[in-house]
């Protein structure tokens, strides 16, 4: 893939011809398209959604998508996916949760077969919820394209550490509208009804995705920060219009739906795509180009001040789901304590580490592991970090945090934790010691440091 190239935009309306002279030029669905190719609109918002909020893009292919085989439910193994989280399938807890990185498989596995669910809240039926699955995979998808019908992929590909160097390697995704390369450090995002297929070039991946029902990421405002700063438009990236033309037997399409998955067969490949138009589109980011804005002076401000993306609710500033991040930064705040501070949230934070440390956590959230804290559950710094905070001082002079990358979906919803992530292998039990260890440092501080006495 090395000589792929992209649109640069957010939420632009973007066109592509692999063959010139693919798109109709005057109208979306000619009686007959250039080429003798099919026109398909694909709509991610209802055709009456306001338009600052419609989204679609008209394909041009080779053949339309429908030319398959029935969908049957797909018949291997036990489905480790939810789309829709209740008490018969899942469970809520407040208490805290940390899980080390999951092995990659030793037997073969591709994107499909390596993706589980995680936890989430609300339905994809009623279109309002979300799921946070992972996946680890060490094969290439073969003769198979990979689409959810039930919400926006968004793609957080982990880079290994050194000791667990084999996870080193991005992802190749093909889409209808063209082919992006994403690597650790990079996301993707693969909007509802897209069809993909991930290729592993280089090795086994490992990774993160949040799913999003009933909405789409857009970027958030800005407010008094301004016109520019965190993630600019112009560093998203759409793909260019790319197409396979060969015949393709048993062709397989897995399609999730409902949180199940169903295969149709076909005999050609679904990226045969020739031109495309429109703002309904699979696109990446790189992270490394994001401007964080923080405190200059004192005070740790809230992480929203480091939202990448975000899928909102009908309630003014209460997110379905943010994606923040927390990238290198020079950290300046004087007389504070500049670490994450001790908090409960109303919103529910799932964590994740793309590589490095985390500054909260000296010690256990490590690379491909993630954490979870639902709605109200107290957490923040462990204890060795406090430690060393308090003992650094309050003037320690500008501290750039280097070699990092960790991020939050954050959630109005209450997730609830899918059985087989509680008691998975992976799940750290002592999570709790981390902060056990928290002495009480209190002493009453008179004038002269004398004890003060009570006032009553
Ligand atoms: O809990 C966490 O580590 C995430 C987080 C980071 C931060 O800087 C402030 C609040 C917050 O929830
Ligand atoms: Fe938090």
Known sequence: MDDLSY?????????????????????????????????????GTSFTSPRNLNLRSW???????????????????????LSEFNQCNSSATPTQLRWKPIDIPSSPTDFIDGLFTVCGAGSSFLRHGFAIH??????????????????????????????????QQGLWITTECGRLQVSPGEIAVLPQGFRFSVDLPDGPSRGYVAEIFGTHFQLPDLGPIGANGLAAPRDFLAPT????????P????????????????????????????????PYK???????????????HSDPSINTVLTA????????????????????????????????????????????????????????????LHSCMTPHGPDTKTYEATIARGNEA??????????????????????????????????????????RSHFKREGKDGDERNDIH
């Open 59 to 81: 394909l041009y292919r080779i053949k339309p998508s429908v030319t398959h085989e029935p969908f049957k439910p797909r018949v291997k193994g036990k489905s480790f996916l």
């Open 134 to 167: 992972m996946y680890t995979a060490n094969k290439s998808m073969e003769n198979s394209a990979f689409c959810s019908a039930d919400g926006d992929f968004l793609v957080v590909p982990q880079k290994g550490t050194l000791d667990d160097d084999q996870i």
């Open 285 to 299: 980011y790189d992270l490394s180009k994001f401007c964080p804005y923080n405190t200059v002076l004192f005070d």
């Open 312 to 371: 909102p609710t009908d309630k003014p500033g209460v997110a379905l789901l943010d994606f923040v991040i927390f990238p290198p930064r020079w950290l300046v705040a004087e007389h504070t304590f500049r670490p994450p501070y001790y908090h409960r949230n109303c919103m529910s934070e799932f964590m994740g580490l793309i590589h490095g440390g985390y500054e909260a956590k000296a010690d256990g959230f490590l690379p491909g592991g993630s954490s």
């Open 397 to 438: 002079g500008p501290f750039r945090i280097k070699d990092t990358m960790a991020f939050m979906f954050e959630s109005c919803l209450i997730p609830r934790v899918c059985s087989w992530a509680l008691e998975s292998p992976f799940m750290d039990h002592d999570y709790y010691q981390c902060w056990i260890g928290l």
């Open 241 to 248: 219009a790319w197409f396979d033309e060969s015949h393709r």
């Open 250 to 281: 048993g062709y397989t399409i897995v399609q999730k739906f409902g949180g199940e998955l169903f295969t149709a067969k076909q005999d050609f490949s679904p990226f045969n795509v020739v031109a495309w138009h429109g703002n309904y589109v």
């Open 7 to 43: 649109q640069s935009g957010y939420g632009n309306t973007f066109s592509s011809e692999a063959l010139p002279g693919s798109l109709p030029a005057t109208q979306n669905s000619p009686l007959l398209c250039p080429n003798s190719l099919y026109a398909e609109q694909i709509s």
